[in-house]
């Protein structure tokens, strides 16, 4: 059972108490520390180091190894036997023997870093989408036996599966056990994932904070072309990556009121926030391996439970569904990610479960740092915290109200340490996304936090009035308190660049437009210094090395390097250059992308009931042109299934002109567009683009008149495991969203990367991606962000008309359904009267334009668009996360790495 604390404090002070025995466990066990801090051991019996040293447990490094760790887990940690051991099993066996490989570079690793005590980063982050965890782990794990690298493999993956091939398994089934972690959803949780794997490859002592969702944000189901959100049951059969750390539980209280005893009235002072519910934060910590080091780091997750779980007087009254309503009211809180907002429940779920996440990492962060018996001045020297996002912000006023009310600080004093530790990172230049909490809604949730605002805002407008007086338009547009709305309301955004010292954008052109629109009443504040540009990246060992293995083999032998060291430095890609024009290159090349094609396909057929989407006769000569992403209307699926409309339309009026369909493949060569990506719950349009994708698709796949020419698919459920078969088989993949919309986006780095081309606008990274690959090697269309604001002015005044093709698309949307009069009308009303926002009228014509280039170049001149891919991958060495990592660490954390000694 829990202990049981009356509030954060007693929690610190018991673990403060609980951390002085440390030395004299350290003295103890010092025959388990890593080989560079056993110096410390000196006063153990020599008997006693030895019998230690004798049954330390030991990693495996070869094949015999794995295999003696494999049976040991099936039949002790498993109850099974042998001989009936499934595939299951054998993924869960397979998965706890690397995990113990793991963990004991772990344990060396935190215990590396709490003996010498350097700076740490603390990444908090509401999404990781991590994705299956075997395969990365395998490939990441440090290993110095390398007996199997004939198998085309020189990690741990390649004895891994020679023992697994002679247990009677086959390594590839016993992956497709493992379900994608339903921690995240988009671009905003795989960045997350990937800066985990360059922190823990660069040897950054940093750990990520997160919350264990039962669900995710649930499992997307396409049914009559509608998408249905069903629950994700990944932990059905429980993870064996985690470890559930009962002993850590953290009390967070909700509601209540602040009771100031002494008679104090100033909210300044520390203050006691007496809590009207209250729930536990249990930790469960993920080890994250770095690549080709012995460095491993924590993602620690939090799970909501109750502080009691049944009410055992209920229950005897016979009010059996009350005996469990704390359970489930505490559960509910980490069930699902981004609980639906559209009403106020949905609303007061969303804020309960950021302060409960934000909370429990703040009371470990706090609790680590006493242990150093440090001076509260040199929090900042130790602690770095990265906001990705405005979903953290809360941290900086639990911060503030754990330093004031319960370390009994000066509250200038707490508030000048919190300006030096805290960094957030932007990802949105749309002011319609920034996130904001009614105020009523805040005070009666955190009645103590909202004191804290009203306080930070004070000091923080007075500050701006004394630089900028009577200019009371930028009060209004800094202050963290929203006046002019219908209802008052916390803005996150603006607290989370008061409270930070350094704000980030995630690509150059997004950087900058946060400064000229959205935060430029802040550049006139703060100067331009405090706000900077990291542009977002990718790691190579996860989206080329594990989800493209052939081409990783194939470039590691071009650039004579075997060991794929260049997954280290992906500078070294730059030697693919010279191989640009060889034939025999280009040939191998382009075997490589049939073989992933032919993979997609098969996942298609799959997902399709076992019917052929795709003819695999025609497919090495097939366009692959796929648009993978989060469904919204500023990403502008709608101007893709548009386009699909206007070839289809136009292909049929050939045929119906006499034209023979050789004439009309001419034209318009074989091509196959596929889609994937959720829309949130409530995003009625969102929803309206995925049916209408669907429609499409039930129309033109069964239109036998054009012969297999054009073929459309929407992938259901699309995820991190999905994304690593659809990426590799791209020839050209969709980056058209409106321009000054995409804060950079990261699958366009993922395709590139994997030698697919991008259509897309001068938006986001494509705008950084277009400078090291060069313009040639990519199909840019569209207007650009400057003209936005006065083409959607003209909009709103009826001062343009859509051009005719566009308007023949438009007219023609109604037929492709069936089923309701009218149903896609919102969806074109909002181009043709609703003043066409993201401007898919706009650019239409342009978008058509770019893609005739491109059926011309494929279909035409294999040999050129090769030459493309093939440069373009040499390029895209700046793209790694790595890279990334270094520029966080030496711009905004200032933290250094912390290797091995042996490394």
Not at 31 to 44: C, H, M, N, V, Y
Not at 275 to 286: I, K, M, P, S, T
Not at 504 to 514: F, T
Not at 697 to 722: G, H, M, T
Request: charged share 25%.
């Amino acid at each position: 059972m829990a202990p049981s604390f009356s509030n954060t404090n007693d929690v610190i002070r018991e673990e403060s108490r609980a951390s002085q025995l440390v030395p004299r466990l350290t003295r103890r066990l010092s025959g388990f520390l890593p080989r560079e801090i056993k110096s410390i051991d000196a006063t153990i019996p020599l008997r006693s180091r030895n019998l230690w040293k004798k049954n330390n447990i030991q990693k495996f490094e070869e094949e015999e190894g794995f295999e003696k760790k494999f049976v040991t887990h099936v039949e002790t940690s498993l109850a099974r036997s042998m001989y009936n051991c499934d595939e299951l099993a054998a993924y869960e066996a397979t998965s706890m023997a690397v995990r113990d490989n793991l963990l004991i570079d772990w344990s060396a690793t935190q215990q590396r870093i709490t003996t010498r005590d350097p700076k740490r980063v603390y990444y908090l982050s509401l999404e990781f989408l991590m994705g299956k965890a075997l395969d990365n782990a395998l490939i990441n794990m440090s290993s110095d036996k390398q007996e199997f690298s004939s198998t085309g493999d020189n990690t741990s993956r390649g004895y891994v599966k020679h023992a697994l091939d002679d247990l009677g398994f086959n390594l590839e089934d016993v992956l497709q056990k493992e379900p994608d972690a339903a921690l995240g959803n988009g671009g905003l949780g795989r960045l997350a994932a990937c800066f985990l794997d360059s922190m823990a490859t660069k040897s950054i002592p940093a750990w990520g904070y997160g919350l264990r969702y039962e669900y995710g944000i649930f499992a997307q189901k396409i049914i009559n072309g509608y998408q249905v959100e069903t629950p994700d049951y990944w932990l059905n059969f429980g993870n064996p990556w985690e470890i559930e750390r009962n002993e850590i539980q953290v009390p967070i209280t909700f509601y209540g009121y602040v009771d100031r005893n002494n008679g104090d009235t100033t909210t300044l002072s520390p203050s006691q926030w007496v809590g009207g519910e209250r729930v536990l934060a249990v930790a469960y910590d993920f080890p994250v391996p770095g690549f080709k080091t012995t460095s491993v780091n924590n993602l620690r997750l939090w799970r909501a439970k109750p502080t009691t779980e049944f009410d055992f007087a209920k229950f005897n009254n016979g009010d059996y569904k009350n005996s469990v309503d704390e359970q489930q009211k505490a559960e509910s809180i980490t069930a699902v990610l981004y609980p639906n907002d559209n009403f106020t429940k949905g609303k007061e779920l969303r804020l309960k479960q950021q302060y409960f996440w934000c909370a429990a990492s703040l009371s470990d962060i706090v609790r680590r740092f006493k242990k150093s018996r440090r001076p509260w001045r040199e929090f900042s020297d130790q602690v770095a915290i990265q906001l990705n996002d405005t979903h953290p912000t809360l941290a900086i006023v639990e911060l503030q109200r754990i330093l004031v009310d319960l370390e009994k600080l000066d509250w200038h004093e707490a508030w000048s340490i919190i300006t030096q530790t805290f960094a957030y990172t932007n990802h949105t230049v749309m002011l319609e996304a920034l996130e904001k909490w009614p105020i009523d809604l805040f005070g009666s949730l955190l009645p103590r936090h909202l004191e804290i605002i009203y306080d930070i805002n004070w000091f923080f407008l007075k500050d701006v009035q004394k630089k900028f007086p009577k200019d009371v338009d930028l009060l209004r547009n800094v202050s963290i308190i929203e006046e002019a709305s219908p209802e008052r309301q916390v803005r996150m955004a603006n607290l989370a660049i008061v409270g930070s010292h350094t704000v980030n954008g995630v690509a150059e052109l997004h950087s900058q437009l946060i400064k000229t629109t959205i935060f430029r009443d802040f550049v006139r504040v703060f100067g331009e210094k405090k706000f900077t540009n990291v542009t977002n990246g990718i790691t190579p060992r996860r989206w080329l090395r594990q989800a493209n293995p052939e081409l990783a083999k194939l470039i590691g032998e071009a650039i004579h390097d075997p060991e794929q060291n260049f997954l280290l430095n992906m500078s070294k890609l730059n030697g693919l250059t010279k191989m640009a024009d060889d034939p025999d290159f280009q040939t191998k090349w382009d075997s490589v992308k049939e073989s992933n094609k032919h993979r997609l396909a098969d996942l298609i057929k799959d997902l399709n009931g076992g019917v052929e989407v795709i003819n695999r006769e025609h497919i090495r000569h097939t366009l692959f042109d796929i648009q993978v992403k989060r469904m919204h209307e500023y990403k502008r699926q709608q101007l893709n299934i548009f386009g699909v409309i206007h070839r289809y339309l136009n292909m049929k009026d050939m045929l119906k002109n006499g034209k023979s369909i050789e004439e009309v493949a001419k034209r318009y060569p074989r091509k196959v567009s596929i889609f994937g990506g959720k829309s949130a719950p409530g995003y009625y349009m969102a929803k309206l683009v995925i049916k209408l994708i669907n429609s499409v698709a039930d129309v033109v796949n069964n239109d036998e008149e054009l012969q297999d020419l054009l073929k459309v698919f929407f992938i259901p459920d699309y995820n991190v495991s999905k994304a690593e078969i659809i990426i590799p088989a791209s020839d050209l993949s969709e980056h058209i969203s409106t321009a000054g919309t995409e804060a950079s986006g990261t699958s366009n780095m993922k395709f590139v990367m994997n030698g697919g081309l991008i259509i897309g606008t001068v938006d986001g990274a494509n705008v950084e991606i277009t400078r090291e690959i060069g313009e040639d090697n990519i199909f840019l269309f569209g207007n650009l962000s400057e003209n936005v604001e006065n083409l959607r002015f003209k909009h709103q005044y009826n001062e343009t008309e859509l051009p005719p093709s566009i308007t023949r698309v438009l007219n023609a949307v109604e037929k492709f359904t069936s089923e309701y009069k009218n149903e896609f009308k919102p969806l074109t009303d909002s181009i043709k009267y609703h003043g066409d926002y993201y401007l898919v009228s706009d650019d239409f014509d342009s978008y058509i334009a770019a893609h005739d280039l491109v059926d011309d170049l494929y279909h035409h001149n294999k040999h050129e668009w090769i030459k493309k891919s093939i440069i373009s991958v040499a390029n895209m060495g700046f793209f790694s996360s790595d890279r990334c990592i270094d520029e966080y660490a030496d711009t905004i954390w200032n933290v250094e790495p912390l290797k091995p000694e042996s490394s």
